[in-house]
Structure formats: C-alpha cells, structure tokens
C-alpha cells in the first residue's frame, strides 16, 4: 500500500501545484512589472507634453506681452495728454470732448482727428495698420497725426483686453467709430476680413462701450452701399435696405441692426453715418479716383465701367472736408448713453443720416475732370460692368442731416479733384522737373 502510494502520490505533496502556481506568479509578476513601466512611461510622456505645452503658451503669452505696442506708464502718460481736452468748460463753443477715433490712420480717421484737435478736443486713435492698402501711406498720416498733437495706438478694435485699458485710463466721452475693412469687390476674395472687422469688431467696441462708466456716445461709419439694390432716388434714410448688393454692404446693415440692439438693451447713444463716395487729399489708394490718377500720370490705361444698356455709372462724390463736418456735427449733438454698469437706465439717441454731396456726377465726367487737372491725355478701356457687388448709381437725399446737424457740403468735384491732385503731385513727388505736372 505504501508503495503504492507513493507511486500514486509525489513525496512532496502539492510540488506540482505549488510550481504551476510560481511560474504563473512570475509570469503576471512580469507582466504587471512590464505594463506598470509602461504606465510610468505614459504618465511620464504625458507629463512632459503638459510641460511643454504649457511652456510654450507661457512664451506665447510673454511674446506678446513683451512685443505689445501699448502699455506701460509712458504710454498712459501719452494717452493722458492725447485725450485731454484743450477747451475749458466756458468756452463759446462748449467743453471739449475727449474721443476715441477707431481707424484714426485712415482717410475719414485722420482728417476727423485732425479737426477734432483743431478745435480743441482731445483725441486719442487706434489702427492696426493693415495691408490692405499700402500701410506706409496710414504711417504717413500717423506721422500727420503726431506733428498735431495726436497719439495713435497701434492694435485692433478686436482687442477687447487693449480696449478696456483704453476705457480704464480715460474716461472718453465720445467714440468716432471709422475702423472696418473697405471696399466692395475685396469681399469676393477675403470674405472673413469683412466679418472680423465689421461685424466682430463692431460688437467688440460696444461691449466696451456699454462696460465704461461713463458710458460714451457713439458715432460711426456705415455706409450709402446699405441702400443696395434699391432703385428709387434720391436715396433716404427711411427707405428699404435689405437687399444689398455686396457682403460689405450686408456687413454694415448688419451693423446698423447690431447697433440699434446695443442701444436698446444698454442705453448707448448711436448715431449711424451713411458715407457716400468720399474723397480727397491723403485718401484710400483703392478707390477709381485715386487709381485713376496713378494711372493717368505713368500712361496706363484705366478701365471705365458702364452698366447695363451703356448707361454711365454714377457716384454722388463727397469732398473729405464736408464729410467731416457731418463727423463732428454728429458728435456735437449725440446726446448721452443712459447706461451705467452695462444696465440701461432710460432711452438714448439712436439716428441714422446720410452724408453726401447730392449732386451725382458720372465716372466719363470725373475722367474728364482729372485730364483736366493732370494735363494728361487718360487711355480708356470702356467695359460692361461684371456682377462685383458695384451699383450703377448712389445719389444722397440729405436733408434730415441737414435739419438736425446744420450739414450743407459745399465743395463740388471740380474743385475737390484739384485739391486732391495737388496733394497727389506734391505727395509723390510728381512736380520735380516735369513743367507739365505744375499747377
């Protein structure tokens, strides 16, 4: 029996078991040990990947910090003196103002501020300077700017951290709203500038406004391309807008209906301005007048566009300096916002103007007066006009800006034209040692 017994049964009672048992211990020990160092691994790369993103955006973050063009002592300082006001509350025409110019390196920017520090008020503008016109001829109007008086921020209206400190450091009681992206036929080739500018920076800009306390009154730049499609003349502000004819003009309908919301929901003053085709000296190098004249003076042929069945096209052309009197008429009769905190406390101004010349002259008779003036003979290339978003026509009923701003333009296009050709011949240097080119 011992025998077999120990035949049927090891010496060891359990040895097998107990070394099955030990090398499926080792193996899950090796397993365990292998998937833990893998965890570490993972938890290790995991890590470093936290770390260096988290650097990286430190040094992002530092990057623009230490790269800002605002900020600082010295530079409130200079937004201090830009803004005060140089008119003691006595005066015959009233206490200065103390106002934010957006786009102040534009065309309609730099004339307003200029005006705007003539008389007295205090001026402070910002303009980020883009490219889509040659960004040394806004430097050269900073420059303009400067030698008056007037400090520029460089940053953009979709700032609202830059805005804010604006609004912090001075408590602006207006703001000439002018920056946005231009234009009608670029928005068929950078249709998001047009958003980001005109309607995300206008939305921008009035959150702050309605956080500031004070609350400032607003005047802006829409525009006469609102009235799109509409073919009866001349145009008024109670007639239709909401067929436009380009994404720029929806864009600044748009901004005419974001507006009105701000005032009724915030209490903020806002009068709209519908520009027709202005023009001038230190003007914007992509409107037809402008690019007319470079063209005529290096012997290109510039393009004339007709409409439909050969009929003219016509713009009701508007000298910069009436333009800016309509600029600051509107300022001076804004009325207050009634917000405080971002809380409406009572109604607030809301009014919307046309500002143009109302004499509409056609694109064959602004050629003509430019020949005149360059004394050079223009090369023509007369084309159908293509399905741009451009409209054959623009003429400004104006008698409600009349009525309530004392508005009356006073300079026709003959003489407008001279004046910019002057400007254009003296700026590009045009006049050394070509007899012809002499005014």
């Given at each position: 029996m011992r025998v077999l017994e120990d035949d049927l049964f090891p010496s060891t009672p359990g040895k097998v078991k107990i070394e099955r048992a030990g090398a499926m211990n080792r193996q899950l020990h090796r397993c365990f040990a292998s998937t833990s160092t893998m965890f570490l691994w993972a938890l290790f790369l995991v890590a470093m990947t936290a770390s260096y993103l988290s650097f990286q955006s430190?040094?992002?973050?530092?990057?623009?910090?230490?790269?800002?063009?605002?900020?600082?002592?010295?530079?409130?300082?200079?937004?201090?003196?830009?803004?005060?006001?140089?008119r003691p509350p006595g005066s015959?025409?009233?206490?200065?103002?103390?106002?934010?110019?957006?786009?102040?390196?534009?065309?309609?920017?730099?004339?307003?501020?200029?005006?705007?520090?003539?008389?007295?008020?205090?001026?402070?503008?910002?303009?980020?300077?883009?490219?889509?016109?040659?960004p040394s001829l806004k430097k050269a109007r900073r420059s303009l700017l400067a030698s008056h008086g007037v400090f520029v921020v460089e940053g953009d209206i979709n700032d609202g951290r830059l805005l804010a400190k604006l609004f912090d450091v001075v408590?602006?009681?207006?703001?000439?709203?002018?920056?946005?992206?231009?234009?009608?036929?670029?928005?068929?080739?950078?249709?998001?500038?047009?958003?980001?500018s005109n309607i995300a920076g206008l939305v921008t800009l009035l959150e702050a406004c309605k956080d500031a306390d004070p609350q400032p009154a607003?005047?802006?730049?829409?525009?006469?391309?609102?009235?799109?499609?509409?073919?009866?003349?001349?145009?008024?502000?109670?007639d239709r807008t909401d067929q436009p004819a380009s994404l720029y003009a929806a864009t600044k309908k748009a901004g005419e209906e974001i507006t009105h919301t701000y005032n009724h929901i915030y209490g903020l003053s806002i009068t709209g301005l519908r520009f027709f085709t202005v023009y001038g000296p230190w003007g914007r190098p992509d409107m037809a007048y402008f690019s007319f004249t470079r063209n005529i003076l290096q012997g290109k042929p510039i393009t004339v566009y007709r409409g439909k069945n050969h009929v003219d096209l016509a713009r009701d052309f508007t000298y910069i300096d009436d333009?800016?009197?309509?600029?600051?008429?509107?300022?001076?009769?804004?009325?207050?916002?009634?917000?405080?905190?971002?809380?409406?406390?009572?109604?607030?101004?809301?009014?919307?103007?046309?500002?143009?010349?109302?004499?509409?002259?056609?694109?064959?008779?602004?050629?003509?007066?430019?020949?005149?003036?360059?004394?050079?003979?223009?090369?023509?290339?007369?084309?159908?006009?293509?399905?741009?978003?451009?409209?054959?026509?623009?003429?400004?009923?104006?008698?409600?800006?009349?009525?309530?701003?004392?508005?009356?333009?006073?300079?026709?296009?003959d003489v407008g034209l001279k004046k910019f050709v002057k400007w254009y011949l003296s700026y590009y240097g045009y006049t050394r040692g070509s007899k012809n080119l002499r005014l």
């Amino acid at each position: 029996m011992r025998v077999l017994e120990d035949d049927l049964f090891p010496s060891t009672p359990g040895k097998v078991k107990i070394e099955r048992a030990g090398a499926m211990n080792r193996q899950l020990h090796r397993c365990f040990a292998s998937t833990s160092t893998m965890f570490l691994w993972a938890l290790f790369l995991v890590a470093m990947t936290a770390s260096y993103l988290s650097f990286q955006s430190f040094v992002d973050t530092s990057s623009k910090y230490f790269a800002a063009s605002w900020g600082g002592l010295h530079w409130e300082r200079q937004i201090r003196a830009s803004a005060a006001p140089r008119r003691p509350p006595g005066s015959a025409t009233g206490a200065g103002m103390s106002v934010l110019v957006t786009g102040a390196a534009g065309f309609v920017g730099t004339h307003c501020s200029l005006a705007l520090r003539k008389r007295g008020d205090g001026v402070v503008g910002i303009d980020n300077f883009n490219s889509y016109y040659d960004p040394s001829l806004k430097k050269a109007r900073r420059s303009l700017l400067a030698s008056h008086g007037v400090f520029v921020v460089e940053g953009d209206i979709n700032d609202g951290r830059l805005l804010a400190k604006l609004f912090d450091v001075v408590p602006f009681t207006h703001v000439l709203h002018l920056a946005a992206q231009a234009g009608v036929r670029y928005a068929m080739e950078n249709p998001a500038s047009y958003v980001h500018s005109n309607i995300a920076g206008l939305v921008t800009l009035l959150e702050a406004c309605k956080d500031a306390d004070p609350q400032p009154a607003i005047v802006w730049a829409s525009s006469s391309s609102v009235y799109g499609l509409n073919d009866k003349v001349p145009f008024s502000e109670r007639d239709r807008t909401d067929q436009p004819a380009s994404l720029y003009a929806a864009t600044k309908k748009a901004g005419e209906e974001i507006t009105h919301t701000y005032n009724h929901i915030y209490g903020l003053s806002i009068t709209g301005l519908r520009f027709f085709t202005v023009y001038g000296p230190w003007g914007r190098p992509d409107m037809a007048y402008f690019s007319f004249t470079r063209n005529i003076l290096q012997g290109k042929p510039i393009t004339v566009y007709r409409g439909k069945n050969h009929v003219d096209l016509a713009r009701d052309f508007t000298y910069i300096d009436d333009i800016v009197k309509g600029c600051l008429g509107s300022l001076d009769t804004a009325g207050k916002s009634t917000g405080t905190g971002g809380k409406k406390r009572g109604p607030a101004p809301y009014r919307i103007f046309n500002l143009g010349n109302t004499s509409p002259v056609t694109v064959p008779n602004l050629v003509s007066i430019l020949e005149k003036h360059l004394r050079v003979k223009a090369k023509k290339n007369v084309i159908e006009m293509p399905g741009n978003g451009d409209v054959p026509f623009t003429h400004a009923n104006i008698s409600l800006a009349r009525q309530q701003l004392g508005y009356k333009p006073t300079t026709n296009l003959d003489v407008g034209l001279k004046k910019f050709v002057k400007w254009y011949l003296s700026y590009y240097g045009y006049t050394r040692g070509s007899k012809n080119l002499r005014l």
